[in-house]
T-cell receptor, first 110, second 114 residues
Framework: DTAVSQTPKYLVTQMGNDKSIKCEQNLGHDTMYWYKQDSKKFLKIMFSYNNKELIINETVPNRFSPKSPDKAHLNLHINSLELGDSAVYFC?????????FGPGTRLTVL | GENVEQHPSTLSVQEGDSAVIKCTYSDSASNYFPWYKQELGKGPQLIIDIRSNVGEKKDQRIAVTLNKTAKHFSLHITETQPEDSAVYFCAASPPNFGNEKLTFGTGTRLTIIP
């Protein structure tokens, strides 16, 4: 009965690889987000989608590409991974302002 | 864009005492101010929020106050318990028809001393 779920929970990979993180919400929310939390715990929005349409796109490198196959899913694909991409990535969803976060995916780039 | 400052960065209080965390924001258009609690290895959990048409909101041991003129808001936790130990984040957002862009503070690590 998890509201916002993400897979995988941990992701360890080499520099230069391509990886994806999946997110699903069963709350019936219209808007979904990706956030990045760095090693100092700072949380910053990357993208948001509303009904499969991109709404917010912060200054994120083109190597990051979100994809929303339907309004319950928002996946994050990252090309050519770099050391600086190591972080915890959170998916969130919202309905009328309140945002609810998933458990996070800890990405480690070696 | 919005800028949110949060203080203190760390806070230790004796169990049973109160804890106060303060945030200031820069964008006078911001009208939504949530607080999140993040436990180790978990995602941020919404614990309370307030909108700019309200000055104070309370939910059991947790309360939030908002001063729009001064552009600051605070989280108050009374009768603290060990399970209150976590990192707390404030955030602010201008209105955007349900697609609000939250700007987060830098977090406060709260430790409750038994």
């Amino acid at each position: 009965d998890t509201a916002v779920s993400q897979t995988p929970k941990y992701l360890v990979t080499q520099m230069g690889n391509d990886k994806s993180i999946k997110c699903e919400q069963n709350l019936g929310h219209d808007t979904m987000y990706w956030y990045k939390q760095d090693s100092k715990k700072f949380l910053k929005i990357m993208f948001s989608y509303n009904n499969k349409e991109l709404i917010i796109n912060e200054t994120v490198p083109n190597r990051f590409s979100p994809k929303s196959p339907d309004k319950a899913h928002l996946n994050l694909h990252i090309n050519s991974l770099e050391l600086g991409d190591s972080a915890v990535y959170f998916c969130a969803s919202s309905h009328r302002t309140r945002q609810f976060f998933g458990p996070g995916t800890r990405l480690t780039v070696l | 864009g919005e800028n949110v400052e949060q203080h203190p960065s760390t806070l230790s209080v004796q169990e049973g005492d109160s804890a106060v965390i303060k945030c200031t924001y820069s964008d006078s258009a911001s009208n939504y101010f949530p607080w999140y609690k993040q436990e180790l290895g978990k995602g941020p959990q919404l614990i309370i929020d307030i909108r700019s048409n309200v000055g104070e909101k309370k939910d059991q041991r947790i309360a939030v106050t908002l001063n729009k003129t001064a552009k600051h808001f605070s989280l108050h936790i009374t009768e603290t318990q060990p399970e209150d130990s976590a990192v707390y984040f404030c955030a602010a957002s201008p209105p955007n028809f349900g697609n609000e862009k939250l700007t987060f503070g830098t977090g406060t690590r709260l430790t409750i001393i038994p």
